[in-house]
């Protein structure tokens, strides 16, 4: 599955907002959820402008482990989100996408080519 879609989707986050896995699979409706999206961000191109660290966990918790988690933390706080230990409040920083958007359709190949 091309990841193109939930980078256009992560892009739209505003600075100083998150969005959960969670949420960001149900926009999508992404098959596989939380982990299809999970799994989206864990293959995110460096060098495209795409906020990574706004994707977080759905109690609102970073979940990367080791260094990247406080880089993490570090672009998040920079934005003005604040967290309690690796944990941002949802209540204040969550953001909702205004609409369901679709995954993209599988291309079918003609007869014959299959």
Do not use: C
Request: charged letters at 30%.
């Amino acid at each position: 599955m091309p990841w193109d879609p939930v980078y256009r989707l992560v892009q739209r986050i505003p600075r100083g907002k998150v969005l959960t896995y969670g949420g960001l699979a149900k926009t999508l409706r992404l098959p596989g959820g939380a982990r299809t999206a999970g799994r989206a961000m864990a293959a995110t191109p460096s060098g495209k402008g795409i906020p990574w660290h706004r994707v977080i966990g759905d109690r609102g918790e970073i979940l990367i482990r080791g260094p990247h988690a406080l880089l993490q933390r570090k672009l998040l706080e920079s934005e003005g989100v604040v967290l309690v230990e690796f944990r941002v409040n949802l209540k204040k920083h969550l953001w909702k996408p205004t609409k369901k958007m679709a995954p993209p359709k599988k291309k079918l190949l003609p007869k014959g080519k299959r």
